[in-house]
């Protein structure tokens, strides 16, 4: 049995992540986020324009406190041969791209260990993907659950190159971890809009509703003063949490960092490391 008071307030909610301190910079507008390792956290459809192999890992602390840690390491994989980008279509991985994640959040009281698999593909202007993860929730002394979650997501192109549409619909089979209280995994789903206004500026908006709660905001802001340099803003309203943040590339290396601020609980801080490399033929 898991007191489902202690596991909200101890818990992230089980619900979907929002791994890597770029989307955590922008707010955890995450659902339009495409082209890179850690959408195979945030929305697997973002995976089907992936064309390098990529490995990542991630960490983050809230508030302050070492319990309410997250760490997390994720690899994408692209499947078959990448199909050269063409006139408003990026470019492919011709069977799509294969992701795996591993992620512990929690300290000795409580702890959630989640280990996932994704895929995602790309279909003209619209990305799709969907994860399956095994999620297993602990208290100490108390024992712990576990639950199978499966997730899909989708992306669209609505005007090529300039504005992207994005929904990820999470624990779609309402996963349970206890008779006590019918307790469930949260069922939450993310829509946003991803507007590219130049080369140098994103812009998006995102809104987020667990079936159980009220829905909530985000929104972020992207721009690019160097093709290898990125600064970063956003807003969550669920969590009433303004971050900021920078990346850098450097070579095969992607480098962000992020930091959030919580009028009344104070500073969180998210730091990732992405690495790509070429495939041999």
Partial sequence: ?????????????????????RAAALGGTAATLANEVWAVANNAAGLGTLTHSTAGAYFENRYLITSLNVSAVAVALPLGIVAPAATSQPARAE?????????????????????????????GVVNIGGRLDMLQVSFRDLG?????????????????????????????????LADYQDERVPTVARAGLAYRASKQVLVLIESEKDIEHAAGFKAGLE??????????????????????GVGVKATSFQFDY????????????????????????
């Fill in 144 to 176: 712990s659950r576990r639950a199978l979650v499966g997730s899909l997501g989708g992306q669209a192109d609505i005007v090529p190159e300039h504005l992207t549409f994005g929904v990820y619909l999470y624990n779609l089979n309402q996963a349970k």
């Fill in 223 to 244: 721009y690019l003063p160097a093709p290898a340099v990125a600064l970063r803003a956003g807003y969550a309203s669920l969590s009433q949490q303004t971050t900021a």
């Fill in 1 to 21: 049995m898991l007191p489902s008071s202690i596991t909200q307030l101890y818990a992230q909610g089980n619900g979907p992540a929002e791994h890597g301190a």
């Fill in 258 to 281: 992020a930091a959030g601020w919580h009028s009344v609980l104070g500073l969180s801080q998210f730091v990732s490391v992405n690495w790509q490399w070429e495939r041999k033929p």
């Fill in 95 to 123: 069977r799509g791209v294969v992701g795996f994640e591993a992620q512990r959040f929690g300290g000795a009281l409580y702890s959630e260990v989640r280990v996932g698999a994704a895929y995602g593909y790309r279909l």
